[in-house]
């Protein structure tokens, strides 16, 4: 009987070993994805104010 709760206390050990793995990578991920997120926040209000300049240059040209 003690080999079998041995055995599941290991198995407990690399469960918990996992889980604490695995809530590192989403930490890592988390910050990954927060930097992608800002980088396209910025991306589009850069295509977004161009669209706006060259709207506005178009309509002093045009005038």
């Known amino acids: ?13 690399a469960a918990r ?5 695995l809530r590192e990578e989403v930490a890592r991920l988390a910050e990954v994805l927060e ?3 800002i980088e ?5 209000i850069a295509r977004e104010e161009l669209v706006e300049a060259l709207a506005a ?5 045009s005038t």
């Open 35 to 37: 930097t992608a997120e």
């Open 57 to 61: 240059s178009a309509a002093r040209a």
């Open 40 to 44: 396209l926040d910025r991306r589009v």
């Open 17 to 21: 070993v996992r889980v604490e793995g």
């Open 1 to 13: 009987m003690a080999s079998v709760l041995g055995m599941l206390e290991e198995r407990e050990t």
